[in-house]
């Protein structure tokens, strides 16, 4: 079998597959999608759980991708998820298999993902008060997630790991208080600067809770150390919280980027390679799959997306400009 390397005209090379299992969610969160949703992708041109794999599989056999993480939209809404996760592992070399998910279902799902050979879960918590829960997700559903949670630590799917979105006015005070609650149940924290990539273009830098601000506010309450550890391609800079072991991890992805460490690439669930969350153009394999292309034909479509990737995401020129995809449609 040929096999090449994922890398861009910088000399980036991409290792780290996001891949979108659907564009539906569950949860209207607000930095995410309107109140009303979104027009969701017609069923035809989903790739199938058979086109997913098969892509993934040249990804991970042919292109030195080693890490696979499914996400969306809510992938836990897809019906073969525990297939799909299933039949990645058993490519070979083996991917290091993981979900992002709002947890929603995770409860029930978890033994079975397990058993299915997944590795890890992010959870999305940007709060434990459930009224600023329903505020930000429009749902009332923070019982279920912290239910997930725990199936989660329960099945195995460790270290579980939450991701936390601060927004100005409704839960910018409350990092120390969601670190705390993540600590006394060791789960793994970090937060994520909020990025343009909102369905309803409200973003401002403005209203973005800096990096700095997190670090601050966490300050206030806890003893933070750097970890020294180079950030690498790893996007959150982490700091040992009293002294360690625990951690808390901080992902400046606006006001600190790390594109020149930059080690992802992102299939949507339309089949259409992305090499970067920003990016403005898009490789369609879905289409070259449906005409008939071989594996061979698909992995070079692929190696050529990637000389595209520009070198930075550029928020900060003005010449910035949103990509026509949410954040929900290409897959965070
Ligand atoms: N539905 C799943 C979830 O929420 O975990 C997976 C998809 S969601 C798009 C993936 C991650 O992107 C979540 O952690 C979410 O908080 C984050 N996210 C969504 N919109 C964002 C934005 N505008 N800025 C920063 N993070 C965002
Ligand atoms: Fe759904 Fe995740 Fe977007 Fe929230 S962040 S609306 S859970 S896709």
Redesign the pocket.
């Known amino acids: 079998m040929r096999t090449q390397e994922l890398v861009d005209r910088h000399g980036r090379i991409a290792t780290d597959l996001r891949v979108s299992l659907t564009d539906r969610?569950n949860l209207r969160?607000s930095?995410?999608m309107p109140a009303e949703g979104l027009d969701w992708l017609p069923h035809e041109e989903a790739l199938t759980d058979d086109e997913v794999v098969r892509l993934v599989g040249i990804g991970v056999e042919r292109l030195g991708i080693t890490e696979v993480r499914f996400?969306?939209?809510?992938?836990l809404l897809r019906r073969g998820l525990a297939d799909i996760v299933r039949r990645t592992k058993a490519l070979a070399p083996t991917p290091d298999v993981s979900i992002?998910?709002?947890a929603l279902g995770l409860e029930r799902v978890a033994p079975t993902l397990a058993a299915a050979g997944l590795d890890r879960v992010?959870v999305?918590l940007d709060t434990v008060r459930a009224a600023d829960f329903h505020t930000i997700t429009r749902r009332d559903r923070l019982h279920d997630v912290i239910a997930g949670l725990r199936a989660a630590e329960a099945a195995g799917l460790t270290p579980v790991k939450v991701?936390a979105?601060l927004l100005r006015g409704i839960n910018d005070d409350q990092a120390p208080e969601l670190l705390a609650w993540c600590l006394e149940r060791g789960y793994q924290l970090r937060f994520?600067e909020?990025?343009p990539?909102?369905a309803q273009h409200g973003?401002t830098r403005e209203d973005m809770v800096t990096a700095e601000e997190i670090l601050a506010s966490l300050e206030s309450e806890f003893v933070l150390t750097p970890t020294g550890t180079p950030r690498g391609s790893a996007p959150a800079e982490e700091f040992l919280v009293d002294g360690g072991p625990a951690s808390v991890g901080v992902i400046a992805s606006v006001t600190r980027p790390f594109c020149g460490d930059c080690d992802r690439v992102r299939l949507t669930a339309d089949g259409q390679v992305r090499d970067c969350l920003f990016a403005s153009t898009e490789s369609d394999l879905r289409a070259a799959m449906r005409a008939g292309a071989s594996d061979d034909e698909l992995a070079d479509r692929w190696v050529a997306a990637m000389l595209g990737k520009r070198a930075g995401h550029g928020i900060d020129d003005v010449t910035f400009l949103q990509p026509d995809r949410p954040?929900?449609a290409i897959g965070?």
């Not at 996400?71 to 992938?75: F, I, N, Q, S």
Request: with cysteine; proline share 4%; net charge negative.
């Open positions: 969610c969160c930095y995410c996400t969306g939209g809510e992938p992002t998910t709002n992010n999305s991701n979105v994520i909020q990025m990539l909102d973003w954040m929900s965070g």
